[in-house]
């Protein structure tokens, strides 16, 4: 309201919830300046699902790395169990040859008390737990470790 010292002035804003101002509040706008503020929310939007599409495509490649640092482990693990297998097979039958021929040369004692002990250390072996790999900060194994070590080399 007009005074004599001056005009007052009287100011009043809007709020909405929302990326774009209600359709009423928008056509008050000229043609250009709703164009922009579109564009502008338009850009916004994009600039968001893209960023998404990065978290989203960063996750998936971290799980494909942690799957095939966690294959070249299990193949690790299997190769190393075959090799064991295999070793202590040829060192059975290699005890059991030498306690064949001990047998026939006469120290059947001898023999005799080697198969025994042969047959105490196997099953002796099936109650021996297995090897649990060391943990390491963050659930990390130690092989896990090594594993990335290779992978890095080889890139």
Known sequence: MP???????????????????????????????????????????????RQ??????????????????????????IREAYNAQIITAVINLSLVAVCVILGLNGAKEVAITALGALAVVNVATLFTPLRQPKQLPHGESGEAKGAEKGDEQRD
Do not use: N
């Open 52 to 77: 998404k599409d990065k978290v989203i495509d960063c996750g998936v490649e971290m799980d494909q790395r942690q799957s095939a640092r966690e294959d070249l482990l299990t193949t690790a693990e």
């Open 3 to 49: 005074t004599e010292r001056g005009a007052a002035a009287m100011l009043g804003f809007l709020e909405w919830r929302g990326p774009l101002p209600p359709a009423s509040e928008l056509m008050q706008y000229d043609e250009g300046i709703r164009d922009r503020i579109v564009r502008i929310h338009e850009m916004e939007v994009e600039a968001s699902i």
